[in-house]
């Protein structure tokens, strides 16, 4: 009985790494559609996803023999956080005025993708104090990962983010939730301000 809960689990996991990874690259997509509403900046930002997995992957092969499935798992939760330094780099893009420059965009972001590079990583480093190989796996998994797409990043993205962003009309469609929220925000005291988080906390607890 135990091989075939074994094979249940893992085809378990199987359909759980597919729908985590579809999910999180279906969000982003949606996500830039409306902030930036152009296919290149979400083409660039798939292509920093790839890279850094499929180099996170290469690596793991080469140090083990085989690659545990939860390392997938996980793996495939950095999509949100390689996609942070792509972010950086569009938003900067297009507050930019009509001579912008793509290293000098680079170089005004630099210092916040990198420190977030470094943070992220450290907090990984921490897997390797385990005695379990699969916790360091994941953690070279994620390393490797996160240093493929900030590279990614750092290296193409001037090339390929040559001319000024099209300047385009926010619809009030969107405009209208953000006038709402911030509305709420400015007439929303501190203290019940969080006293609204801390009853949030209790109830997802």
Known sequence: GMIRFAHQAFEQSKKE?????SMSL????????????SVKPLLLALLAIWVGF???????LFLYPKIHL???????????ICVDYCFHYFVEHQ??????????GLMNIKNAIFMGLITTILGYCGFFLSPFPGLEQIAIFASVGLIGAYLTVVCSFPYWLRKPAVKRQSSDIL????EWFLLIWRKMSRQ?????????????M
């Open 70 to 80: 939860i390392t997938l798992v996980l793996g495939a939760s950095l999509i949100g």
């Open 175 to 178: 405009i209208i939730p953000v």
């Open 17 to 21: 790494v597919s729908l985590i990874g």
């Open 192 to 204: 019940y301000f969080y006293t609204l988080i801390i009853a949030l906390f209790v109830v997802i």
């Open 95 to 104: 507050s930019s005025s009509s001579h912008w420059d793509g290293w000098q």
């Open 54 to 60: 499929l180099l996170a992957f290469n690596v793991c």
């Open 26 to 37: 279906l969000g982003i997509v949606f996500l830039m559609m409306i902030a930036f509403r």
